[in-house]
């Protein structure tokens, strides 16, 4: 749902799409003309209809029926990244906030993560909110949803990757001079769970960024985008 997210798609994965749905009475000329040149169907309905399909009552009059989506297992996404010199994989625990995972999602997305891993047991899952809030990168960035990701770290460390957690603690490096490993799983974790203790046991490196002002910590969507423009700028 939303314009900015379906936009997007239509300009970059229309073939996701199988149909449009606008409130009636509303019209983007920008828009259908997208969906002309893509030859996708376009519907008119009431908006009660709209925020039953969504879920949601910020739809901004429009939604697209979707392409069931496929996630990648870790070993999928492994093999995409095998011969990749360098390569960054974004991992999130127990972040319960739809608007946070959009914009994590889409900052994946515009810095080039080779993907993003979640556990489909410990937090918000892929909603129309999420989508939304993403601007249409959950539906261009490869994504991993698993069981266990604790499992799935060592399967990544087994595979080459450095494990590297953004934690503030005193052991933690500063991320502003921090070396980022070519092959890097960066875990994240919401600003009141945080990253559980399972998963701090087993990364290689844990790294912080330093704060100037009286506030201790950042939104953790604005602190993973900080981080991943650090690895992408390394």
């Known amino acids: 749902m939303g314009m900015h997210a379906i936009d997007e798609l239509l300009r970059h994965a229309p073939e996701k799409i199988v149909r449009i749905y606008f409130a009636e009475g509303k019209r983007d000329e920008k828009i259908l003309l997208l969906c002309e040149k893509r030859k996708i169907p376009v519907q008119w309905v009431s908006k ?59 900052s994946a997305e515009c810095f080039g993560v080779s993907g993003v891993v979640w556990s489909k047991n410990r937090g918000v899952d892929l909603t129309p909110t999420v989508v939304k809030a993403s601007c249409g990168a959950s539906e ?18 087994e595979a080459g990757f450095f494990a590297v957690a953004a934690l503030a603690q005193p052991s933690a490096e500063n991320a502003l001079t921090f070396s980022f490993p070519q092959k890097t799983l960066l875990i994240v974790g919401s600003e009141g769970e945080g990253i559980q203790p399972l998963l701090q046991k087993k990364v290689d490196h844990s790294i912080f960024i330093p704060m100037q002002g009286k506030i201790a910590s950042l939104n953790v969507s604005n602190a993973t985008a900080i981080l991943l423009a650090l690895w992408r700028s390394r």
């Open 48 to 106: 009660r209809k709209l925020e039953e399909l969504a879920g949601s009552p910020s739809h901004q009059s429009i939604v697209a029926e979707i392409r069931e989506r496929q996630f990648l297992s870790p070993q999928e996404l492994l093999q995409r990244t095998e011969k990749e010199a360098s390569s960054l994989v974004l991992m999130v625990d127990r972040l319960f906030d739809p608007q946070n995972f959009g914009a994590i999602l889409r």
């Open 140 to 157: 261009l960035v490869p994504l991993v949803r698993v069981s266990n990701l604790a499992y799935a770290l060592e399967e990544f460390q």
